[in-house]
């Protein structure tokens, strides 16, 4: 499997798991720096590695009165204080192709939406850009085809690619995980990566919003650390109920540690098989 470097970090970590985690949407300095701070302490205490996400602005939303963000140049500059203070890689989504160059001075990793994973100008540009990029899987794109998606950036000359599994669509406002999938995008030489909040949403479920099923994050993330995934991602919020986005599948701040250590426990005794 193709190894590169994202700032400190070694994807994949050849010791442990490595995250991919942060609130869905920078909803404002404090809550990003309270994440940021938890996050960190966390990781650190394990020396396990972990890039802070956290979206500048949300593009892809169920209804036309869905919060979007707090400004892009604002979010941004939290997103560069973050990695500053903390000494993490940042990840943010990129929709568009004007979004890359401004997204590019504050970010260490461009992250292309599941819905955007055929678009070649969006992920050509990404390349071009320089930075790692992770792009997640269509719910309607077979795991295999994930290849093609990674070779549009792969032919820029840039390969520091991630490939990540989050569900299928299973008939109207439901996805499913078929972890045979993790397998199949691993044969492309990209490291894979589960999100453990996406798979769970229920899109456009609860009355304009996308609801979701927080509930099954644990048991569905020890299954993506059996069939072998490099990282897991996941949205961490201190009050999911009253997010401003994905309020359904956050995982709560304080249930990060617990979920960290099952995960990182199992992959240990995976690794001594």
Do not use: W
């Not at 199949?184 to 589960?194: L, N, S, T």
């Not at 650390?225 to 986005?245: K, T």
């Amino acid at each position: 499997m193709l190894k590169f470097s994202i700032g400190p970090l070694s994807v994949p970590d050849d010791k442990s798991l490595f995250f991919i985690a942060g609130p869905c949407l920078i909803e404002s300095r404090e809550m990003a720096m309270e994440v940021a701070a938890e996050l960190h302490a966390c990781c650190s205490a394990m020396a396990v590695p972990c890039i802070f996400k956290g979206s500048f602005r949300k593009a892809n939303r169920s209804s036309g009165s869905s919060f979007t963000g707090i400004g892009d140049v604002a979010a941004l500059e939290i997103l560069a204080e973050v990695r500053e203070r903390f000494s993490m890689p940042v990840l943010t989504d990129v929709h568009e192709r004007q979004d890359i160059a401004l997204a590019a001075r504050y970010v260490d990793v461009l992250q292309i939406p599941a819905f955007l994973c055929r678009q070649t100008d969006l992920l050509v540009a990404a390349g071009e850009s320089g930075l790692a990029v992770n792009i997640k899987k269509g719910q309607f794109m077979a795991p295999e085809d994930m290849a093609l998606a990674a070779d549009k950036v792969a032919q820029t000359g840039n390969s520091r690619i991630m490939l990540t599994e989050r569900g299928t669509s299973f008939g109207y406002h439901n996805l499913v995980v078929d972890f045979r999938g993790i397998a199949r995008m691993a044969r492309a030489g990209y490291p894979v990566v589960y999100d453990a909040t996406h798979s769970l949403q229920l899109p456009s479920a609860a009355n304009g919003v996308s609801g979701g099923e927080r509930e099954f994050m644990l048991p569905m993330a020890r299954a993506a650390v059996a069939a072998g995934v490099q990282a897991i991602f996941c949205e961490v919020h201190p009050d999911p109920d009253n997010a401003r986005s994905d309020a359904a599948t956050q995982i709560a701040l304080r249930d990060f540690p617990g979920l960290f250590l099952q995960l990182q426990k199992l992959h240990a005794c995976l690794q001594s098989l």
